[in-house]
């Protein structure tokens, strides 16, 4: 970016020098090509402003998310779910009307919100099992069950 900064100011002082010159032709011939060449300069410097301007807009573009998306992030607060299973719960004072829910903390990371979907609760270990289909991650919440005896369950049917 700075490159084309310098570029535009060398365009700019070069189109002005010229300019000065142009003062002190007589020749006809001369003095066109003069004129020819304040123009390029001219259409140099206009096309290094207007990447300039374009290189700027993304820039605002970009802080703009960054900012939207730190934002964003002050509405959760990691939790632990127990059985070492954490997600991204939205704050009850931070809803803003919406439910609470949980994002998905591999999402969440990079910088996106993605809200997991509950699947099912497993009936071998009892935990929930959550899925975000953003990223096909699968979790599973709640404390880990200890496994039931199946041959003690068949005894006492």
Known sequence: MVAEVF??????K????????LKDIDD???RNAAI??????ILTAQQAQSELIEKIRELEHKVAVFENWETEKQRYALTDFGGGTFALVLKPDKANGEPVHR??????EKGQ????QFEFVSSLSGREKWKCHACNSEFEFGPRQP???????????
């Open 7 to 12: 570029a535009g100011i060398s365009a700019i």
């Open 14 to 21: 070069s189109a002005f020098d010229i300019a000065k010159g």
């Open 28 to 30: 006809a011939a001369r």
């Open 36 to 41: 020819i060449e304040l123009q390029e300069k």
């Open 103 to 108: 994002l998905c903390p591999t999402c969440y």
């Open 113 to 116: 919100k993605s809200i997991l």
């Open 147 to 157: 496994p039931q005896n199946r041959s003690a369950r068949a005894v006492m049917r």
